[in-house]
């Protein structure tokens, strides 16, 4: 059975750093590509950053230069590296996993609030 679990959401301040990472079980994660999306209250969610399973990645506009997205395909985990945070990236932020033949797995998401 496929498990994605998020961890190291929380708040922190304007200015300030945190990192996510999702631990991913149930033998996909080689074949995986990986991503981060979020959620903001009353909006979609959104692309933040993607990372295919041979090293490629791609970030949204509005976090390229700040975030950073690696794998770990010995620990099967996922990483954002989170700098220069802003009020704007207050969102639960989701782990992909997407299989080649399109079907996508989920983790529950984590909370990231960005506030003084």
């Known amino acids: 059975q496929v498990q994605l679990v998020e961890t190291g959401g929380g708040l922190v301040q304007p200015g300030g750093s945190l990192r996510l990472s999702c631990a991913v079980s149930?033998?996909?994660?080689?074949?995986?590509?990986m991503g981060w999306y979020r959620q903001a209250p009353g909006n979609q969610r959104e692309q933040v950053a993607t990372i295919t399973n041979g090293g490629s990645t791609n970030y949204a506009g509005s976090v390229k230069g700040r975030f950073t997205i690696s794998r770990d395909n010995a620990k099967s985990t996922v990483y954002l590296q989170m700098n220069s945070l802003k009020p704007e990236d207050t969102a639960v932020y989701y782990c992909?996993?997407?299989?080649?033949?399109?079907?996508?797995?989920w983790g529950q998401g984590t909370q990231v609030t960005v506030s003084s």
């Open positions: 992909n996993a997407r299989m080649s033949w399109g079907k996508d797995y």
């Open positions: 149930g033998s996909i994660f080689s074949r995986a590509a």
